[in-house]
C-alpha cells in the first residue's frame, strides 16, 4: 500500500506539471536524464539512486527491469522512472521477416502486424522504447543495413515506417503492450559513400527534401515519440551535430516535440569525426544542435556543468531537453505503470497466435521472381522431394540481422517446413551440399541458397554481391540433371544472381523470414499460399551498375537510343536491372485495363485473368514532363495490394493531389507547377498502362 501511495504522490507531480518537476532538479539530476546507460552493473545502480541516469540499453527481462526501476522510483530524490530501451527491429522473441523483406509485402497492415507484436512481446520483456523503425532510404545495395529499411524509394519508405509507428505505439504508447517508437537514423544515412558503413554522406539539400527527409516526416506526423541522430557526417556536419537537420527542419518546420537520442556513441564520436576536439567540445555541439540523450558515452554528464559555467550551453537548452525527455516518459505512462508484471512472458511469448502472425507476414514478403514452365508450386503427386543447400536447415539464419531474444530453438526450417507439409508419406532427402545422388531418387529438388545471416546488418557491408561460388555450382550442377528444380533465397540484401537469376527455371526471394519461415516457405513452394510480393529495391546484374534505382533522373541524352555511340550507357553491360524495383511474379495472372487520368485520380481495372486466387501489387508512378527543375524519369505516388479470385476484377481509383504533384522547385518552395504530368500504372516500375494530364 505504502509502494501504491507513492507511486500515485509521484505520478501526480509528473503528470500534473513536469515543468515543476524540473524547476525541482539540481543540475546533476537534469545532467542525469540525459543519460543513457548500457547496463545494470551496480556502478549504474549506484547513479540511478542519485538520480543521474534517465535510460538504459539492454537491459532485458521484467523482473530485471522491475529492480533497476524500483531503485529509481523508491529509492531517488525525485522518483523519475527509467526508460528501458532496446533495439526490438523485426520481432522480440517470436521473429518476423526482415524489415527489407516485410516491406516487399508492399503492404503496410502486415508491417504494423509485426511491429504490434514486436511492441508486446517487448513490453513483456520489460521494455518501453525500441529504436526501430529504420526509415533510410537505401539505393546501395552493398550497404550491409538495407536489411533494417524499406528499400529504395521514398514513398514506399514512409508507408512502412507510418505502419511501423501505429504497430509499436498505438494510439496511445501508455497502454499495456505497446512501447516508444524510434525513427532513424536521421538523416542521410543510407546514402553511406560505398555502401560503407559508417562512411560520409554528401547529398544537396535537395535530395535531403525529396528523398531521404520524407519517410522521417512520415514517421513525425504519425506521432512518432523520439528520433535517433545518425552516426554520418552530411555535408561535412555529422548528424549528432547538425544543427539545420535537428533543430530548424525536424523542431521548427516540424515542430516535433519528442526527444532526440544520439546512436550509440555518436556524441564521443564527433571526435573521430574531426570537429570536436575533445568530449566537452563534443558536448557542447550535440546539446546546441538538440541532441537530448546521449547513448552510451558520457560526454553530456562529465562536462555539461563545466559547459554551463562557460556559457558554451544555456540552463534553457538543457531543461529543454530535460523537459521533451520527460514529456515522452509521462506519455509512456511511466508513472502510472513503472513496472511489468513478470508473468506476461510467459503467458505472450511465441504464442499461437504470433507465431501465426510470423507465418503470415513471411507468406506475404515473399517474391517469385522467375517460374519458367510452371516449375512452381511442386506438383501435388511430388511425394519425395531433394533438399540442398546450406540454408536449407539453418535455423540461426532464418532468424536474420536483429534477432533480439529470438532463440534459434524455436525456428522452423526449411526441411521441418517442407517435412510437415509433406506428412508421413511423403519424404526429404535433405543434405548441405552436392549430393546428386539424392536429386535422382527424388520427384522435385528444392536448392535453398543465398547469404548467412551474419553477411548482412550494422558493419556487414559487401564489396560483392554474388553468390557464394559453391553455391552457385551446386545450382548448376543440379540444372545439369534436367530434373525438376526451384531455388529458395536467403538474404537481406539484393544480389547479383548472374547465371542463377537468368538459368534457374523457379526462383524465390525469401529473404530471412523468421521464426515461422519454414512452413512459410513450404506454404509458397506448395501452392497454399501463392506469392505476391514485389522488391523494395533494384537487383542489379552487375556490380558496377551500382548504385542502382529506379527513380533516377534523365540525363541531356536520354533522347538517344541505348547503342548510340554517346547515349549515358556501359559499354560491356545494358543499363537495365536483373531484376526492377516493383517486380514479382504470381501462380496467376492479372491484367490492367481502362486506364482513366485526371488532375484528382487515376482510375484503372484489375482482374484475375488466371485460374488461382492471388494477390497483385499496382502501382501508380508520375513523371513531371517540364519542370523548372530536374526530375525523376519516374517516381511512386501510390499503390495498392488487392486480393482476386479467379475471373475477379475491381476498380481502383488512387488520388492525385498537391501532396503527390508538387516538388522543390529552384528556390526550395514546395509547390505545385503548371504542366504536364504523365502517369503511369504498372505491377512493376518497368511498363504498364501510361496516360497524361495537364495542370
Known amino acids: 500500500?505504502?509502494?501504491?501511495?507513492?507511486?500515485?504522490?509521484?505520478g501526480a507531480i509528473a503528470l500534473a506539471a513536469p515543468t515543476d518537476l524540473v524547476a525541482q532538479m539540481t543540475l546533476e539530476e537534469k545532467l542525469g536524464q540525459l543519460q543513457q546507460r548500457l547496463t545494470d552493473e551496480p556502478a549504474t545502480v549506484a547513479l540511478v539512486r542519485a538520480g543521474r541516469v534517465g535510460s538504459t540499453l539492454s537491459v532485458l527481462g521484467a523482473a530485471r527491469c522491475n529492480r533497476l526501476q524500483r531503485v529509481a522510483v523508491e529509492e531517488s530524490r525525485l522518483k523519475i522512472p527509467l526508460l528501458f530501451g532496446f533495439d526490438v527491429i523485426h520481432g522480440y522473441r517470436t521473429i518476423?521477416?526482415?524489415?527489407?523483406?516485410?516491406?516487399?509485402?508492399?503492404?503496410?497492415?502486415?508491417?504494423?502486424?509485426?511491429?504490434?507484436?514486436?511492441?508486446?512481446?517487448?513490453?513483456?520483456?520489460?521494455?518501453?522504447?525500441?529504436?526501430?523503425?529504420?526509415?533510410?532510404?537505401?539505393?546501395?545495395?552493398?550497404?550491409?543495413?538495407?536489411?533494417?529499411?524499406?528499400?529504395?524509394?521514398?514513398?514506399?519508405?514512409?508507408?512502412?515506417?507510418?505502419?511501423?509507428v501505429r504497430g509499436f505505439q498505438g494510439t496511445d504508447y501508455s497502454q499495456p503492450g505497446r512501447v516508444v517508437a524510434c525513427a532513424k537514423h536521421f538523416v542521410a544515412y543510407g546514402a553511406v559513400e560505398a555502401g560503407r558503413d559508417y562512411n560520409s554522406t554528401d547529398v544537396s539539400e535537395r535530395t535531403l527534401r525529396e528523398v531521404y527527409l520524407p519517410p522521417f516526416k512520415t514517421a513525425v506526423d504519425a506521432g512518432v515519440g523520439t528520433l535517433m541522430s545518425a552516426f554520418t557526417d552530411l555535408g561535412g556536419v555529422p548528424g549528432s551535430a547538425n544543427v539545420f537537420t535537428l533543430d530548424e527542419v525536424l523542431r521548427r518546420e516540424w515542430k516535433f516535440d519528442g526527444f532526440v537520442v544520439s546512436d550509440y556513441s555518436s556524441v564521443e564520436e564527433l571526435i573521430h569525426h574531426g570537429i570536436a576536439a575533445d568530449g566537452a567540445e563534443a558536448a557542447e555541439l550535440g546539446l546546441n544542435a538538440g541532441v537530448d540523450m546521449e547513448m552510451v558515452s558520457e560526454n553530456y554528464n562529465q562536462h555539461g556543468a563545466a559547459l554551463l559555467a562557460a556559457g558554451k550551453v544555456t540552463p534553457e537548452q538543457i531543461e529543454a531537453s530535460v523537459r521533451r525527455i520527460l514529456l515522452v516518459k509521462q506519455r509512456a505512462g511511466l508513472w502510472e505503470r513503472p513496472y511489468t508484471e513478470e508473468g506476461l512472458a510467459d503467458r505472450w511469448f511465441l504464442s499461437a497466435d504470433h507465431r501465426k502472425a510470423a507465418r503470415r507476414v513471411a507468406v506475404s514478403s515473399m517474391v517469385l521472381l522467375r517460374n519458367e514452365r510452371n516449375r512452381l508450386p511442386i506438383p501435388a503427386q511430388a511425394s519425395t522431394i531433394a533438399l540442398l543447400g546450406p540454408l536449407a536447415d539453418s535455423k540461426v539464419d532464418l532468424l536474420g540481422s536483429w534477432e533480439a531474444d529470438g532463440k534459434a530453438a524455436d525456428v522452423v526450417t526449411v526441411r521441418e517446413g517442407i517435412q510437415r507439409r509433406l506428412g508421413a508419406a511423403g519424404k526429404v532427402l535433405y543434405a548441405p551440399g552436392p549430393r546428386l545422388d539424392l536429386v535422382q531418387k527424388a520427384d522435385y529438388t528444392v536448392l535453398v541458397v543465398g547469404e548467412p545471416a551474419r553477411w548482412s546488418g550494422e558493419a556487414r557491408s559487401r564489396s560483392d554481391l554474388s553468390l557464394p561460388a559453391d553455391q552457385v555450382r551446386l545450382i548448376q550442377a543440379v540444372h545439369a540433371t534436367r530434373k525438376p528444380y526451384c531455388v529458395v533465397l536467403m538474404n537481406g540484401r539484393p544480389l547479383v544472381l548472374g547465371w542463377v537469376?537468368?538459368?534457374?527455371?523457379?526462383?524465390?526471394?525469401?529473404?530471412?523470414?523468421?521464426?515461422?519461415?519454414?512452413?512459410?516457405?513450404?506454404?509458397?513452394?506448395?501452392?497454399?499460399?501463392?506469392?505476391?510480393?514485389?522488391?523494395?529495391?533494384?537487383?542489379?546484374?552487375?556490380?558496377?551498375?551500382?548504385?542502382?534505382?529506379?527513380?533516377?533522373?534523365?540525363?541531356?541524352?536520354?533522347?538517344?537510343?541505348?547503342?548510340?555511340?554517346?547515349?549515358?550507357?556501359?559499354?560491356?553491360?545494358?543499363?537495365?536491372?536483373?531484376?526492377?524495383?516493383?517486380?514479382?511474379?504470381?501462380?496467376?495472372?492479372?491484367?490492367?485495363?481502362?486506364?482513366?487520368?485526371?488532375?484528382?485520380?487515376?482510375?484503372?481495372?484489375?482482374?484475375?485473368?488466371?485460374?488461382?486466387?492471388g494477390d497483385e501489387v499496382v502501382q501508380v508512378y508520375l513523371h513531371d514532363v517540364a519542370a523548372s527543375v530536374t526530375r525523376p524519369v519516374k517516381e511512386l505516388k501510390a499503390f495498392q495490394r488487392v486480393t482476386l479470385g479467379p475471373g475477379q476484377q475491381q476498380r481502383l481509383t488512387f488520388p492525385l493531389g498537391p501532396e503527390q504533384l508538387a516538388l522543390w522547385d529552384r528556390s526550395m518552395h514546395w509547390r505545385v507547377e503548371p504542366g504536364v504530368f504523365t502517369v503511369t500504372v504498372g505491377t512493376s516500375s518497368e511498363g504498364g498502362l501510361t496516360g497524361e494530364f495537364r495542370i
Not at 500500500?1 to 509521484?10: E, G, I, S, V
Not at 495472372?589 to 482510375?603: D, I, M, R
Request: aromatic share 10%; proline share 9%; hydrophobic share 40%.
Open 1 to 10: 500500500m505504502k509502494r501504491l501511495l507513492l507511486l500515485a504522490l509521484t
Open 96 to 164: 518476423f521477416p526482415v524489415p527489407l523483406g516485410e516491406a516487399a509485402s508492399w503492404d503496410p497492415a502486415m508491417a504494423e502486424l509485426s511491429a504490434s507484436v514486436a511492441a508486446r512481446e517487448a513490453y513483456a520483456a520489460g521494455l518501453r522504447w525500441t529504436f526501430a523503425p529504420m526509415v533510410d532510404v537505401a539505393r546501395d545495395p552493398r550497404w550491409g543495413r538495407v536489411v533494417e529499411g524499406a528499400g529504395e524509394d521514398p514513398v514506399l519508405v514512409s508507408a512502412m515506417a507510418r505502419a511501423r
Open 501 to 613: 537469376a537468368e538459368n534457374c527455371p523457379a526462383l524465390l526471394e525469401a529473404w530471412y523470414p523468421g521464426t515461422e519461415g519454414g512452413n512459410a516457405v513450404a506454404d509458397v513452394l506448395f501452392g497454399d499460399q501463392n506469392p505476391g510480393g514485389k522488391l523494395p529495391m533494384t537487383f542489379p546484374r552487375v556490380l558496377g551498375q551500382v548504385p542502382i534505382y529506379y527513380n533516377h533522373k534523365a540525363t541531356g541524352r536520354s533522347n538517344l537510343p541505348p547503342d548510340h555511340t554517346f547515349a549515358s550507357k556501359y559499354l560491356d553491360v545494358s543499363n537495365e536491372p536483373q531484376f526492377p524495383f516493383g517486380y514479382g511474379l504470381s501462380y496467376t495472372t492479372f491484367e490492367l485495363s481502362n486506364l482513366k487520368v485526371a488532375p484528382g485520380q487515376v482510375e484503372v481495372t484489375l482482374t484475375n485473368t488466371g485460374l488461382r486466387a
